[in-house]
């Protein structure tokens, strides 16, 4: 069974920092596509943050480009976000998140509050 932990989430002030960590375990039938990053604000969509392909290219929005890094450490199975420069609006559910040919593993969410 695929599991995935995020941790690191937190109560910070804007300027601050936090990292997000996941770790992935279990087995991943037919390979990871990708790694990524979703957050979802209350009464928001859930959308992508950032994400890495299995040949290492990052894709991320513009409003976090800059102040996130995606990393991942595939010894490991750890995937992780650097997340500078907090703003009030960064505030959201963050979820780890794992594509496979066959489907989408998701964790359970960390909650990322940045006050003003």
């Known amino acids: 069974q695929v599991q995935l932990v995020e941790s690191g989430g937190g109560l910070v002030q804007a300027g601050g920092s936090l990292r997000l960590s996941c770790i992935v375990s279990g087995r991943i039938f037919g390979g990871v596509d990708s790694v990524a990053w979703y957050r979802q604000a209350p009464g928001k969509p859930r959308e992508l943050v950032a994400d890495i392909s299995s040949g290492g290219i990052i894709n991320s929005v513009d409003s976090i480009k800059g102040r996130f890094t995606i990393s991942r450490d595939t010894a490991k199975s750890m995937v992780y976000l650097q997340m500078n420069s907090l703003q009030p609006e960064d505030t959201a559910v963050y979820f780890c998140?794992?594509?496979?040919?066959?489907?989408?593993?998701w964790g359970q969410g960390t909650q990322v509050t940045v006050s003003s």
């Open positions: 998140n794992v594509r496979s040919p066959i489907t989408n593993y």
